[in-house]
């Protein structure tokens, strides 16, 4: 069964840029689109957008302006960027597989990455 | 974007109770919905696609029904593994967007 696991910072100072990696075990990356969602501390899910196995992206027109991602299917892992950040970006970040964009099959456990001073 | 409506926002229940929780949608999404459940410091794990396919290994007292803008997705005798919070996704229309959770509780 595919796992996923995220690294990330934990802290970032505002204005810089986070940056948190997803390593997939357990099966391939292609063929499949890779996704990035978070969760604010007490509110609900964000989808960020996805980067496929081919490196096509999309991004939430929301945060499209501050957002990038990448993959490396030789090393398994694809990467999200967030530049600028804010106190607002202060999330859990979740990394995911789906077969068809958004319907993510399997998610990783979250990375907390808080944003201060 | 499509604002997924979830009700209630918390439920207090029994083990063996059945469970209801709904999810709407703001327009017309066919079937693309799933349903997720989520437990603290666990990733959300994919119960329902398709508004009505059960995710393998999830458990025949999951269902989920609804198509257009109306989605129900029914635990029909709650267990205690099963508290926890639950979201409904629609993913026809960019972005995918998540109704608000529906967190159930032991009663």
């Known amino acids: 069964q595919v796992q996923l696991q995220e690294s990330g910072p934990g802290l970032v100072k505002p204005s810089e840029t986070l940056s948190v990696t997803c390593s997939v075990s357990?099966?391939?990356?292609?063929?499949?689109?890779w996704s990035w969602i978070r969760q604010p501390p007490g509110k609900g899910l964000e989808w960020i957008g996805y980067v496929y196995y081919s490196g096509s992206t999309n991004y939430n027109p929301s945060l499209r302006s501050r957002v990038t991602m990448s993959i490396d299917t030789s090393k398994n892992q694809f990467s999200l960027r967030l530049n600028s950040v804010t106190a607002a970006d202060t999330a859990v970040y979740y990394c995911?597989?789906?077969?068809?964009?958004?319907?993510?099959?399997?998610w990783g456990q979250g990375s907390l990455v808080t944003v201060s001073s | 974007d499509i604002q997924m409506t979830q009700s209630p926002s918390s439920l207090s229940a029994s083990v063996g109770d059945r469970v209801t929780i709904t999810c709407r949608a703001s327009?017309?999404?066919?079937?693309?919905l799933c349903w997720y459940q989520h437990k603290p410091g666990k990733p959300p794990k994919r119960l329902i696609f398709?508004?009505?396919s059960l995710q393998s290994g999830v458990p025949s007292r999951f269902s989920g029904s609804g198509s257009g803008t109306e989605f129900t997705l029914t635990i029909s005798s709650l267990q205690p593994e099963d508290f926890a919070t639950y979201y409904c996704l629609q993913h026809n229309n960019y972005p995918p967007t998540f109704g608000q959770g529906t967190k159930v509780e032991i009663k």
């Open positions: 327009q017309g999404i066919r079937n693309d």
């Open positions: 995911a597989r789906a077969g068809i964009v958004g319907a993510s099959d399997f």
């Open positions: 398709a508004a009505s």
């Open positions: 357990g099966g391939l990356m292609t063929n499949y689109y």
